[in-house]
């Protein structure tokens, strides 16, 4: 009997052990709440790229009358037209295209993930076109001297600074047919960019328009 009650003692004590062992029921795992699933954030959705787009118009509208009515803009629109037309000369009239086209595509580029790329391919449109200015016009400064090439900027002589500059280095480089060569290429490609159109786009186009020529002929053909 003392042999039997030790057993069952032992056995019980083994299936303590074995229900301590045991996990803990899941009942709190299915009371918790479950978390929602994360909602995607569009970015044009934020109130910075909300206002920008008033904000590039403005700017735009501001810009272009400085340039008109200096006279009615005070000393900083005095200021601001001094600083793009010794910048750019007469490129500087692409900053307010620029603002514009910018202010359009802000949400769709926003989206994108491609502001940045967009606005660095429109500044470099502006600084092709001033070299464009520079190489053609005459009567631009061959110098390195940037007060000589910013007093020439701003009365519209040259192509400003940075157009100056570059097209100065590049003459000397590769001479008058390489310059434009470069300069045209810089425009082309950027202005492309800048506009959302790639060269593989245009291909595309074209292929496409060869391709529906092709099949008009083959009906006329067959007709």
Avoid at 127 to 149: K, Q, R, W, Y
Avoid at 194 to 205: K, N
Wanted: aromatic residues 8%; glycine residues 8%; contains cysteine.
């Amino acid at each position: 009997m003392a042999t039997s009650s030790n057993k069952n003692k032992s056995t019980a004590k083994t299936q303590k052990k074995v229900q301590a062992k045991k996990p803990q029921s899941t009942g709190k795992r299915n009371n918790s709440p479950e978390k929602a699933p994360e909602q995607l954030v569009i970015p044009s959705t934020r109130i910075i790229h909300q206002i920008m787009p008033a904000i590039l118009v403005l700017a735009a509208v501001y810009v272009s009358i400085c340039f008109l009515l200096s006279g009615s803009t005070g000393i900083f629109g005095a200021w601001l037209k001094n600083l793009l037309y010794g910048l750019f000369s007469y490129a500087a009239w692409l900053v307010p295209v620029v603002l514009v086209i910018r202010a359009l595509m802000w949400k769709n580029d926003a989206d994108s993930r491609c502001l940045g790329a967009r606005i660095a391919f429109s500044v470099l449109c502006v600084i092709g076109v001033a070299m464009l200015v520079d190489a053609f016009m005459t009567s631009a400064p061959d110098t390195f001297s940037l007060p000589e090439l910013y007093k020439a900027g701003k009365s519209l002589v040259g192509g400003g600074v940075i157009g100056a500059l570059i097209t100065n280095a590049l003459m000397g480089l590769v001479g008058m047919a390489g310059t434009l060569i470069i300069t045209f290429a810089l425009v082309f490609v950027c202005g492309l960019f800048m506009m959302g159109i790639t060269p593989y786009m245009i291909w595309i186009r074209i292929r496409y328009a060869i391709k529906k020529y092709r099949e008009d002929q083959r009906e006329r053909e067959e007709r």
